[in-house]
Protein backbone atom coordinates (compact mmCIF):
# COMPACT_ATOMS: atom_id res chain seq x y z
CA UNK A 1 0.00 0.00 0.00
CA UNK A 2 1.12 3.36 -0.82
CA UNK A 3 0.88 6.47 1.72
CA UNK A 4 -0.11 9.65 0.82
CA UNK A 5 1.01 13.11 2.73
CA UNK A 6 -1.32 15.97 1.09
CA UNK A 7 -0.07 19.50 1.94
CA UNK A 8 -0.43 23.39 0.92
CA UNK A 9 -4.56 23.80 1.82
CA UNK A 10 -5.30 27.04 3.34
CA UNK A 11 -7.50 29.98 3.62
CA UNK A 12 -7.10 31.99 0.22
CA UNK A 13 -9.55 35.23 -1.24
CA UNK A 14 -11.95 34.40 -4.20
CA UNK A 15 -9.58 34.91 -7.20
CA UNK A 16 -6.56 33.53 -5.62
CA UNK A 17 -4.65 30.56 -6.13
CA UNK A 18 -2.86 27.71 -3.96
CA UNK A 19 -1.00 24.90 -4.94
CA UNK A 20 -1.65 21.32 -3.46
CA UNK A 21 1.60 19.05 -2.60
CA UNK A 22 0.88 14.78 -2.24
CA UNK A 23 4.45 13.13 -0.91
CA UNK A 24 3.83 9.33 -1.78
CA UNK A 25 5.99 6.90 0.22
CA UNK A 26 6.29 4.52 -2.79
CA UNK A 27 8.43 5.13 -6.17
CA UNK A 28 5.73 7.24 -8.42
CA UNK A 29 7.67 4.93 -11.27
CA UNK A 30 5.39 1.70 -10.22
CA UNK A 31 2.30 4.04 -9.95
CA UNK A 32 -0.52 4.57 -12.70
CA UNK A 33 -2.67 7.21 -11.72
CA UNK A 34 -3.23 9.90 -9.17
CA UNK A 35 -5.98 11.09 -8.42
CA UNK A 36 -6.97 14.43 -6.55
CA UNK A 37 -10.79 14.25 -4.87
CA UNK A 38 -12.13 16.66 -3.14
CA UNK A 39 -14.99 16.81 -0.21
CA UNK A 40 -17.26 19.40 1.13
CA UNK A 41 -18.88 19.75 3.88
CA UNK A 42 -22.02 17.55 3.67
CA UNK A 43 -21.58 16.50 0.42
CA UNK A 44 -20.39 13.41 -1.07
CA UNK A 45 -15.99 13.14 -1.94
CA UNK A 46 -15.73 13.74 -5.79
CA UNK A 47 -13.12 13.90 -8.41
CA UNK A 48 -11.37 16.68 -9.41
CA UNK A 49 -8.59 15.34 -11.76
CA UNK A 50 -6.10 12.37 -12.82
CA UNK A 51 -2.91 12.39 -14.19
CA UNK A 52 -1.33 9.02 -15.79
CA UNK A 53 2.04 7.90 -15.46
CA UNK A 54 2.71 9.44 -19.12
CA UNK A 55 1.34 12.71 -17.70
CA UNK A 56 -1.84 12.49 -19.65
CA UNK A 57 -4.41 14.39 -17.66
CA UNK A 58 -8.26 14.57 -17.29
CA UNK A 59 -10.12 16.98 -15.67
CA UNK A 60 -13.82 17.42 -13.44
CA UNK A 61 -15.51 19.94 -15.90
CA UNK A 62 -16.25 22.38 -12.64
CA UNK A 63 -12.35 22.78 -12.52
CA UNK A 64 -11.10 22.71 -16.00
CA UNK A 65 -8.85 25.05 -16.87
CA UNK A 66 -8.80 26.51 -13.35
CA UNK A 67 -6.53 23.38 -12.03
CA UNK A 68 -3.70 21.93 -13.32
CA UNK A 69 -2.25 18.46 -12.67
CA UNK A 70 1.22 17.58 -12.38
CA UNK A 71 3.69 15.02 -11.26
CA UNK A 72 7.23 14.94 -10.16
CA UNK A 73 8.30 10.88 -9.89
CA UNK A 74 11.80 11.55 -8.99
CA UNK A 75 10.78 13.66 -6.16
CA UNK A 76 7.50 11.12 -5.38
CA UNK A 77 5.68 14.41 -5.75
CA UNK A 78 2.31 14.86 -7.40
CA UNK A 79 0.87 18.82 -7.29
CA UNK A 80 -2.56 20.64 -7.60
CA UNK A 81 -2.33 24.37 -9.10
CA UNK A 82 -5.17 25.90 -8.48
CA UNK A 83 -6.31 29.19 -10.37
CA UNK A 84 -9.17 31.12 -10.04
CA UNK A 85 -10.29 29.60 -7.10
CA UNK A 86 -13.79 29.82 -6.23
CA UNK A 87 -16.11 29.54 -2.70
CA UNK A 88 -17.54 26.19 -4.30
CA UNK A 89 -13.79 24.86 -4.47
CA UNK A 90 -14.07 25.15 -0.57
CA UNK A 91 -13.28 21.32 0.89
CA UNK A 92 -10.93 19.05 1.81
CA UNK A 93 -8.52 17.59 -0.69
CA UNK A 94 -7.50 13.99 -1.16
CA UNK A 95 -4.79 12.41 -3.30
CA UNK A 96 -6.08 8.77 -4.60
CA UNK A 97 -4.32 5.65 -5.68
CA UNK A 98 -5.40 1.81 -6.70
CA UNK A 99 -2.10 0.43 -5.95
CA UNK A 100 -0.99 -3.24 -5.28
CA UNK A 101 -5.16 -4.39 -5.20
CA UNK A 102 -6.04 -1.55 -2.70
CA UNK A 103 -7.70 1.93 -2.44
CA UNK A 104 -4.98 4.46 -1.00
CA UNK A 105 -5.92 7.61 0.33
CA UNK A 106 -4.13 10.38 1.88
CA UNK A 107 -5.41 12.01 5.25
CA UNK A 108 -6.21 15.60 3.22
CA UNK A 109 -5.42 19.06 3.05
CA UNK A 110 -8.20 21.83 3.97
CA UNK A 111 -8.69 24.54 1.23
CA UNK A 112 -11.12 27.16 1.99
CA UNK A 113 -11.88 30.36 -0.10
CA UNK A 114 -13.94 33.04 1.75
CA UNK A 115 -13.54 37.00 1.94
Known amino acids: QVQFVESGGGLVQPGGSLRLSCAAS????????VSWYRQAPGKQREWVATITDAENTRYADSVKGRFTISRDNAKNMVYLQMNRLKPEDTAVYYC?????????WGQGTQVTVSS
Open 26 to 33: TSLFTIYT
Open 96 to 104: YTFYGGRDS
